[in-house]
């Protein structure tokens, strides 16, 4: 799946020179580049992104936002946190200012949890000899689909800086794993965590919100 979301990243011509147009007085242009400040301040996974939009047509664009994620409160006691995000989407404009858009996303994260807590020792029999208090990995996959609903403003007069908001709804495939076997008196503030790892897949819905920097050439 990852291999598949970069050839869709690195197939967008994301080098291209903004033409001279009638509609470019409607349209922000050929191509945008983006920052989403508010993953700093998500409220489980912190992280920075940004991406990259190709207008096809004056109302149908290819895009693409990556992402590091550099901390975490997903689970208590973590360490730290290092993950990657990573969204390719395509969106339809339903006004000529491009004030209004949908937008269709296969969304993806993977984040390795670095925390301590209980761990069991020397099973046998299914029954552990002990348990010992380490430092161990947790690691988080999610990937689904998700549509946003969002509109844009400009900023400056030369029509080169927008501001971008969008609202969504999707649903996430999420599975959890660790390299250890986690002991009965490890726990975590949202939801037992020893009963979340090595668990069959579940799906979560999802409600995502922002506000993104655009700048086009």
């Not at 989403?36 to 664009?61: A, C």
């Not at 430092?135 to 971008?164: A, F, H």
Request: aromatic share 14%; hydrophobic share 35%.
């Amino acid at each position: 799946m990852q291999k598949a979301l970069f050839i869709i990243f690195f197939s967008i011509p994301a080098f291209l020179h903004a033409q001279k147009s009638s509609s470019k007085k409607t349209r922000p242009g050929i191509v945008s580049i983006r920052l989403n400040p508010s993953g700093i301040i998500n409220l489980l996974d912190f992280n920075l992104s940004g991406g990259v939009e190709y207008h096809l047509t004056k109302d149908w664009s290819l895009g693409m936002d990556a992402g590091w994620i550099f901390g975490s409160i997903y689970f208590s006691s973590t360490l730290q946190a290092n993950g990657r995000i990573l969204r390719p989407s395509i969106r339809r404009y339903w006004k000529k200012d491009q004030s209004l858009y949908t937008e269709a996303i296969l969304h993806y994260k993977k984040v390795i949890y670095t925390r301590e807590g209980w761990v069991e020792r020397k099973a046998s029999n299914g029954l552990p000899a002990y348990e010992e208090f380490t430092i161990y990995d947790v690691t988080k996959r999610v990937i689904g689909p998700q549509i946003n609903v969002g509109g844009k403003s400009i900023i400056t007069y030369n029509k080169k800086l927008w501001v971008e908001y969008f609202l969504g709804f999707g649903v996430r495939r999420k599975t959890t794993s660790s390299n250890e076997t986690l002991g009965t008196r490890d726990s975590d503030q949202f939801f037992s965590l020893r009963k979340s790892i090595n668990k069959t897949a579940r799906r979560i819905p999802a409600l995502p919100a922002g506000v993104r920097l655009i700048y086009t050439f």
